[in-house]
Each structure stands twice: as C-alpha cells, then as structure tokens.
C-alpha cells in the first residue's frame, strides 16, 4: 500500500512560520529521497526542496534557500519542511513527494518522483 498524507498547511500572515508533515507509506520498507513541490494558481508545479534517503544532500529552489528546511526520515516514515519568514509569493498547494527508486539522489525534477501526496494549501497573507 502507498500513501502520502501531507498535514500543516493553513493560513499565515507575512513573515510567519508553518511546518509541514508527510507521513509516508511504501511497500516492502523501501528507502527513498524526499521532494516538496508547489503550485500556485495558473502557474507550473515547481520544486522546492528536495532531500536524499538520510538527509545527507538536499537542494533549495533559490526562492526560499536560506528560508526552508527539509528533512527525511526514512526510519520513522517521515518527512517535515520547516517554512520560516513567509512571503505572499510562497502560497500554494505543497507537495510531498519520494523516489524510491534513486534514494541516494535528491532530483530536482517533479517527474523523477513516483509517489505523491495529494497536496496541502498554504496561503500567506500580506
């Protein structure tokens, strides 16, 4: 059975703070790299961070380095993004996403990931 289930989201003015769960469920105890991808209104689905099966390597999209963080629990079947200093422009639907397949990358690319959750909206007020 897989299931992805993303909790967290909500309402929050500018500059405030939301943390993100996806409690994940693979078959046979896979390991996998971890993705949180958005997508506002009219726009593409894009990367936000993005981590391998320990946590060893991740990437940040540039909008929100410095801002974010991402980890991976494979052991407790977790994974978090930490969003701190929000802006209007971070609202979206976030998603969560792993890649069993090369749990030692941590891929960029949205099409590369297997799994997804269905998503949780965050809406940052000015």
């Known amino acids: 059975q897989v299931q992805l289930v993303e909790s967290g989201g909500g309402l929050v003015q500018a500059g405030g703070f939301l943390r993100l769960s996806c409690a994940i469920t693979?078959?046979?105890?896979?390991?996998?790299?971890v993705g949180w991808f958005r997508q506002a209104p009219g726009k593409e689905r894009e990367f936000v961070a993005v981590?391998?099966?320990?946590?060893?390597?991740?990437y940040y999209s540039d909008s929100v380095k410095g801002r974010f963080t991402i980890s991976n629990n494979n052991a407790e079947n977790t994974a978090t993004l930490q969003m701190g200093t929000l802006k209007p422009e971070d609202t979206a639907v976030y998603y969560c996403a792993a890649d069993p397949n090369r749990p030692w990358s941590a891929s960029t690319r949205p099409e590369e990931y297997v799994y997804w959750g269905t998503g949780t909206q965050v809406t940052v007020s000015s």
């Open positions: 693979l078959p046979n105890r896979m390991t996998y790299a």
């Open positions: 981590t391998n099966w320990n946590g060893g390597t991740t």
